[in-house]
C-alpha cells in the first residue's frame, strides 16, 4: 500500500512540475509549450492531442498515469483506473495548495 501512494506522488509530481514549472514562460519547455498551444488553437482534426501531451496538467496526469499504471499493474483494468482517478484527486489537492485552481 505504502508502494502505491508513493507512485502515485511520483506521478503528480511529476505531472505537476512538468506542466506548471517547466512548460511556464521562460523556462526551458516553453517553447514547446507554445507549440502545443499552437496546435491546441489551430481547427485541424489532430488538434485534441496537444492536451495529453502536456498542454492540460489533468489530462497530462492522466495520460502519464495511465501509461505508468500499464506498466507497474500489467492490464489490471481496475487497479488502473483506481491509480488514475488517485492522481487527479492529488493533483486538484496540489493546485488547492499552491492556490492555483
Not at 501531451?53 to 507497474?72: E, H, K, M, R
Request: with cysteine; net charge neutral.
Amino acid at each position: 500500500m505504502l508502494e502505491y501512494i508513493l507512485e502515485c506522488f511520483r506521478v503528480v509530481v511529476f505531472s505537476y512540475v512538468f506542466t506548471n514549472i517547466l512548460m511556464a514562460s521562460g523556462q526551458i519547455l516553453s517553447k514547446y509549450s507554445d507549440f502545443l498551444g499552437d496546435i491546441n488553437r489551430s481547427d485541424k482534426w489532430y488538434s485534441w492531442i496537444a492536451k495529453p501531451l502536456g498542454y492540460c496538467d489533468n489530462c497530462f496526469a492522466g495520460q502519464v498515469s495511465l501509461w505508468y499504471g500499464l506498466y507497474l499493474f500489467g492490464f489490471n483494468i481496475i487497479t488502473i483506473i483506481t491509480f488514475i482517478c488517485t492522481n487527479l484527486i492529488l493533483l486538484k489537492q496540489l493546485h488547492k495548495h499552491f492556490n492555483y485552481a
